[in-house]
């Protein structure tokens, strides 16, 4: 005689498998980036990657234009960089510029609808010092962007300010004998340390200032060392950011036997090495000296401009736009024009660079 209960359970649990099954979440996926051994492992979540895709999608390109005819900055007027761009591949040139920046407002974002060679709006002055940065990135900076280089879509995606930028921490208040200063961590939901209690704003001393970034001392019980042992909380600070930023881990930039070492280190330590200075070098150089004359709704509570760390480029991935190489498509971008721009290259020598990370 058939049990009906029995056989109603068996289909119920059948039932019940096939839907777990069915809303089971795909595994994590591991890829081998070092020795066996060595814990050199990067772990990318699938689920992560699905639903970010579309902010890491590079727009097309705009049809080339003609670079025949006169010279822009033959025709129009007040024409401090790009001037040497016929003038079909300048107007390109700012439509690419209106759709990457301000999709909304179009060419008045920037200019003065009643005269475009008017420099009296702020935002047409910020934005041709940022084609000058972009073109020193790419000129310059090729020991971090290669020949992949950035445009303004790079950290703009479509809006007028770049969503991951950083400002200044004004001074944390003294509570009393009890308390006292916080010496800058120690704060709850401090997005840019992971929320961890380590020093939340490791952006000012090393993106912006020169503080040599090393964890570990050269030397056995440093009790007079040069690198105090407390520096390496801001500079776990930083690789926290960096980790986030990039969306990997330590290994992506060295080798778990031996962080310190750069003979056994992957490549990648070396063309961080280069991203680190020249995020410190855009921010000197180009974000800094604009902070006067912006309005008080696009300075932070100290008064400061917003500055890039590594993150406003990568926004969560390794390559920013999975390596979309849109500079192909806009030359005008690789090299500089208008007045020369003094940076801080260097490059790598044969041994640890000064400075440690």
């Not at 029995?6 to 809303?23: F, I, M, Q, S």
């Not at 040139?93 to 005269?115: F, K, L, R, T």
């Not at 401090?190 to 200032?209: C, E, H, I, M, R």
Request: aromatic share 6%; charged share 15%.
């Amino acid at each position: 005689m058939i049990n009906f209960r029995r056989v109603a359970l068996a289909v119920a649990g059948l039932a019940g498998v096939l839907l777990l099954a069915g809303c089971e979440r795909p595994s994590m996926q591991t890829h081998q980036i070092g020795f066996r051994g060595t814990g050199m492992e990067q772990v990318v979540n699938p689920r992560i990657v699905a639903a970010k895709a579309s902010l890491h999608e590079a727009p097309a390109a705009l049809e080339p234009a003609d670079s025949s005819g006169p010279k822009a900055g033959q025709i129009y007027q007040n024409v401090k960089v790009l001037g040497d761009l016929s003038v079909g591949e300048f107007t390109r040139a700012m439509i690419a510029m209106s759709n990457w920046v301000a999709p909304e407002q179009g060419c008045v974002y920037c200019h003065n609808p009643a005269n475009f060679a008017d420099d009296s709006m702020q935002t047409k002055v910020v934005a041709r010092r940022m084609v000058q940065m972009t073109q020193t990135i790419n000129a310059t900076w090729k020991g971090h962007v290669g020949d992949t280089g950035v445009t303004c879509y790079t950290c703009h995606r479509g809006n007028n300010v770049p969503t991951q930028k950083w400002y200044a921490d004004p001074p944390a208040p003294t509570a009393g004998r009890l308390l006292g200063n916080d010496n800058g961590q120690n704060k709850a939901g401090k997005q840019s340390v992971g929320n961890a209690s380590l020093p939340y704003d490791p952006f000012t001393p090393f993106l912006l200032g020169q503080e040599p970034i090393r964890v570990t001392a050269t030397t056995a019980l440093p009790v007079n060392a040069q690198v105090p042992l407390k520096q390496a909380e801001w500079t776990h600070g930083l690789m926290i950011h960096m980790s986030e930023g990039l969306g990997v881990g330590c290994t992506h930039c060295h080798n778990t036997r031996a962080f310190a070492e750069w003979s056994q280190s992957p490549p990648a330590r070396i063309t961080a090495w280069h991203g680190i200075r020249m995020v410190r070098d855009l921010n000197n150089q180009f974000m800094v000296p604009l902070t006067s004359g912006q309005p008080a709704e696009r300075l932070g509570p100290a008064g400061d401009i917003a500055k890039v760390n590594c993150a406003t480029c990568h926004q969560g991935v390794n390559k920013p736009l999975n390596g979309a190489q849109m500079l192909k498509a806009h030359p005008e971008l690789a090299k500089p024009s208008g007045p020369p721009v003094k940076t801080s290259e260097v490059s790598v020598p044969g041994v640890q660079p000064t400075g440690g990370r």
